[in-house]
């Protein structure tokens, strides 16, 4: 069966467009081309390189998507508020030269590209599709198994056991990681005093967020030989890592 190759639009038209040493403009310069042909350069070469028999689908975020992911997670990429969008204005063009070139393409207006391609994933592994993501999110970790992989622009391929190997835990675990260790680029704090190798020695065994009071509990009885010989460890209330929410994609 064909598999799937799904690009993270917005996060390559901003790799394209700050990516390149020098700006590339139409003939008579009065019109800058970086996004566009960095954008159909880097995803076609991906695409050749990594699965060139692999359907292609581009998926952009939807305009009111942040907005709607903001409202439930307060400060969700505040700290992006005075970033550069520029390569928005590129947009438009490299549809249309989406469009030219027949690869499709979708958008949803209140959901992040993230949260189609996790959908349009999961959907494609129970019908038997192998999955290539090409974007450099880490939210896309959690997908990894066998048949799915992560392509980064910089063409690093990423699979479950290079995330075992660097983080000591498996890729379903990564939004529980998250929400202990936080996350930078989307403003999420995590939880004060725990890092990563403490993250990953909570989740040692494949534990979850909400199996860690009971395990610890369970550690610590295990180890005194009275329950009146000091308290028993647990964890409070943890915050909610991102986790890809389930939508069904449009075209």
């Known amino acids: 069966m064909t598999g799937l190759f799904l690009v993270d639009g917005h996060q390559l038209l901003y790799c394209a467009w700050f990516g390149f040493p020098a700006r590339i403009t139409s003939r008579d310069k009065t019109r800058d081309l970086t996004g566009v042909f960095g954008f159909l350069a880097l995803m076609r070469k991906a695409h050749r390189l990594h699965a060139p028999d692999h359907e292609l689908v581009v998926v952009f975020d939807g305009e009111h998507a942040a907005a709607r992911r903001a409202a ?13 969008h520029t390569p928005i204005a590129s947009l438009p063009d490299v549809k249309r030269a989406l469009d030219a070139a027949a690869v499709r393409w979708t958008e949803i207006d209140q959901m992040e590209a993230d949260d189609v391609i996790a959908t349009a994933t999961t959907s494609a592994v129970q019908a038997g599709r192998s999955v290539v993501c090409y974007s450099s999110d880490r939210d896309f970790y959690q997908l990894l198994r066998p048949t799915v992989t992560v392509v980064t622009p910089r063409r690093t391929v ?32 995590g939880i004060r005093g725990i890092g990563p190798t403490t993250a990953a020695m909570l989740l040692t065994d494949g534990w979850h967020l909400d199996q860690l009071p009971t395990a610890l509990d369970s550690a610590t009885h295990a180890a005194t030989p009275s329950p009146t010989n000091g308290p028993s460890c647990s964890l409070g209330a943890t915050p909610s890592a991102y986790v890809p929410t389930s939508h069904s994609p449009t075209r």
Not at 162 to 183: N, S
Request: net charge positive; aromatic share 8%; proline share 9%.
């Open 72 to 84: 439930a997670v307060p400060g969700y990429k505040a700290n992006r508020a005075g970033a550069d």
């Open 158 to 189: 990423i699979t479950a056991a290079d995330i075992h190997h660097r983080y000591r835990i498996h890729p379903r675990q990564w939004p529980d990681y998250r929400a202990l260790t936080g996350d930078l680029a989307d403003n999420i704090p």
